[in-house]
């Protein structure tokens, strides 16, 4: 079974948040509910769909992530919450699973020249965005956190 819930926060849908099953197939609704949003900001009406398209991939190698590793043990219909909301100066996307905790000072770079399978998620998001951090909440709760910084046009 998989659902889809989103719930909107704050005057003028400055915050919006949706919670999913541990579903790959999801993936697409979750890009289209983000991309839903991004258009609704006035503030962001100047980025270019290659900023959009790069803030996307992010958020689908973050759910991936939770799906795949995180999740993995667990059933489908533990939930996955992702919010964004539009903050002053930066755009935030959260990712929250219930997995088990990891340290990404743990995961190694890759290294230039060579070819691996897997291992490219947490460099990969480092490159899309201007931040990305990851902590666990005293509930037992992982959350990544994605920051891109809004350049007045």
């Known amino acids: 079974m998989t659902f889809l819930r989103e719930s909107d926060r704050a005057v003028g849908k400055r915050q919006s948040r949706l919670t999913v099953a541990s579903d790959l197939s999801l993936m697409i609704q979750i890009q289209r509910w983000f991309e ?3 258009l609704q900001q006035p503030r962001l009406a100047h980025w270019s769909d290659d900023r959009l398209y790069c803030l996307k ?14 999740h993995r043990h ?8 992702v919010e964004v909301s539009l903050e002053r100066d930066r755009l935030e ?5 219930w997995g088990h905790p990891f340290n ?14 897997g291992g ?9 965005c201007d931040r990305v951090t990851y902590q666990r909440d ?5 959350c990544l956190l994605l920051e891109q910084r ?3 046009s």
């Not at 667990?74 to 919450?81: N, Y």
């Not at 996307?93 to 699973?97: A, C, L």
């Open 36 to 38: 839903d949003f991004c």
């Open 57 to 70: 991939l992010a958020i689908a190698e973050g759910f991936s992530n939770a799906v795949r590793h995180a």
């Open 74 to 81: 667990r059933s489908l219909e533990t939930p996955i919450d």
């Open 93 to 97: 996307i959260r990712i929250w699973d």
């Open 104 to 117: 990404p000072d743990h995961v190694p770079e890759p290294e230039p020249g060579t070819l691996r399978q």
């Open 120 to 128: 490219y998620g947490w460099f990969l998001l480092r490159r899309l």
């Open 138 to 142: 005293r509930y037992g709760r992982n």
């Open 150 to 152: 809004i350049e007045e």
